[in-house]
T-cell receptor, first 111, second 116 residues
Framework: SQQGEEDPQALSIQEGENATMNCSYK?????LQWYRQNSGRGLVHLIL?????REKHSGRLRVTLDTSKKSSSLLITASRAADTASYFC???????????FGAGTRLTVKP | EAGVAQSPRYKIIEKRQSVAFWCNPI?????LYWYQQILGQGPKLLIQ????????DSQLPKDRFSAERLKGVDSTLKIQPAKLEDSAVYLC??????????????FGQGTRLTVV
């Protein structure tokens, strides 16, 4: 079964704006990851955040994790047309590394 | 560092035929995953290997799907017989553990299967 659920399913913004995507999950986790997938290609890892971490940054990406609410968010600042892709969260359930994905958020950044 | 290799990239078969996909993970990665991704959906975990042992195959339709990872390196995923609903992209991924903690996973480009 799928573990995470992303919200919104689709997001359309203008270049330069910020994009925020959310992920909710059901069971206790060891860590949570965010991946990007361009159309017709494989998934590319963005950030891994562990269950004892609350926030992590990588370039224009900011990820937060709230284990009490079983949710995470991915913020992309100053978006670019090249950020257009699908974004997925994946969780490793506690004591496992089964890496289960949500349905994803389709982000469109208009130039 | 070479990435995860998958072949073939594309495959078209008729329903009831059989098909096999191959994956070569990154050298030294003990964990290997096979996912099925139907268009517009997220990847669905089919099977997870740790070295050559199966960790999780709870979502693998075992009446028609099989997978093996001999010698804990390369892996093959087979479908026999194929159904129309098996049309999807099949993704292979691998990852390792550093200092007792999981690291990021690396994905291959996938095999796009079309069953007609």
């Amino acid at each position: 079964s799928q573990q995470g659920e992303e919200d919104p399913q689709a997001l359309s913004i203008q270049e330069g704006e910020n994009a925020t995507m959310n992920c909710s999950y059901k069971t206790s986790i060891n860590n949570l990851q965010w991946y990007r997938q361009n159309s017709g290609r494989g998934l590319v890892h963005l950030i891994l955040i562990r269950s004892n971490e609350r926030e992590k940054h990588s370039g224009r990406l900011r990820v937060t994790l709230d284990t009490s609410k079983k949710s995470s968010s991915l913020l992309i600042t100053a978006s670019r047309a090249a950020d257009t892709a699908s974004y997925f969260c994946a969780t490793d359930t506690y004591n496992n590394n089964d890496m289960r994905f949500g349905a994803g958020t389709r982000l469109t950044v208009k130039p | 560092e070479a990435g995860v290799a998958q072949s073939p990239r594309y495959k078209i078969i008729e329903k009831r035929q059989s098909v096999a996909f191959w994956c070569n993970p990154i050298s030294g990665h003990a964990t290997l995953y096979w996912y099925q991704q139907i268009l517009g959906q997220g990847p669905k975990l089919l099977i997870q290997f740790q070295n050559n042992g199966v960790v999780d195959d709870s979502q693998l339709p075992k009446d028609r799907f099989s997978a093996e990872r001999l010698k804990g390196v390369d892996s093959t995923l087979k479908i026999q017989p194929a159904k129309l609903e098996d049309s999807a992209v099949y993704l292979c991924a691998s990852r390792t553990i550093l200092r007792g903690m999981n690291t990021e996973a690396f994905f291959g480009q996938g095999t796009r299967l079309t069953v007609v």
